[in-house]
């Protein structure tokens, strides 16, 4: 079946600007995951969505990140004012369920983010 | 969630296995083992997870010692499209920890020909 799938692929945006990133995950997928990884270095985590509950958020760098799911399905990641330093891979993965015991997560192809 | 070890960097010949080791040697009786893949350009990739016994799916074999502290990642044909990061996490079944995976700096496999 199809995976989990990232919009855009690539988004050049000048600085200030405000970007929005988009992620379908696995139908039936129950939780969604944010991460991003800068140039070289592992994944951040940035925010975590589990069915009807609040949303983790802990993992968000500032105020201009924020993120929603609707449905239950499709999330969007906006970051407001882009500074430099938001540049990244910014990575979607969802799994079946939210205890990362048994269940694996399953990553896009992430979008990557350059502010100029 | 239990801190992983891994060689940085190790080579193998195209067709041959390739055993990728982890230590976890902190790993409490309710952690996972998990192995994900980094191929340059694109998202972690799922191979294959563990409690206590072996496992093995159509990608690779994970064999977990007796003691749980540490595990062996076998990709028994090595290809060139194998060349990426592999990354060994541990991470418990429930709790808050969840999905915040938290990869180190992995082993980078290169398999060459």
């Known amino acids: 079946g199809a995976g989990v799938s990232q919009s855009p692929s690539n988004k050049v945006t000048e600085k200030g600007k405000d970007v929005e990133l988009r992620c379908d995950p696995i139908?039936?997928?129950?939780?969604l995951y944010w991460y991003r990884q800068s140039l070289g270095q592992g994944l951040e985590f940035l925010i975590y969505?589990?069915?009807?509950?609040?949303?983790?958020k802990s993992g968000l760098p500032s105020d201009r990140f924020s993120a929603e799911r609707t449905g239950g399905s499709v999330s969007t990641l906006t970051i407001q004012r882009t500074q430099q330093e938001d540049s990244a891979v910014y990575l979607c993965?969802?799994?079946?369920?939210?205890?990362?015991?048994?269940?694996?997560?399953?990553f896009g192809n992430g979008t990557r983010l350059t502010v100029t | 969630d239990a801190k992983t070890t891994q060689p940085p960097s190790m080579d193998c010949a195209e067709g041959r296995a390739a055993n990728l080791p982890c230590n976890h040697s902190?790993?409490?009786?309710?952690?996972?083992v998990y192995w994900y893949r980094q191929i340059h350009s694109q998202g972690p990739q799922y191979i294959i997870h563990?409690?206590?016994n072996n496992e093995t799916n159509e990608m690779a074999s994970l064999i977990i010692t007796e003691d749980r502290k540490s595990s062996t990642l076998i990709l028994p044909h090595a290809t060139l499209r194998d060349t990426a990061v592999y990354y060994c996490?541990?991470?418990?079944?429930?709790?808050?920890?969840?999905?915040?995976?938290?990869f180190g700096q992995g082993t980078i496999l290169t398999v060459h020909p």
């Open positions: 993965a969802s799994s079946l369920k939210g205890t990362g015991g048994g269940s694996p997560l399953h």
């Open positions: 139908s039936g997928h129950t939780a």
């Open positions: 969505f589990q069915g009807n509950s609040a949303p983790d």
């Open positions: 902190t790993i409490s009786g309710n952690e996972y």
């Open positions: 563990g409690l206590k």
């Open positions: 996490i541990v991470i418990s079944a429930g709790g808050t920890s969840y999905g915040k995976l938290t």
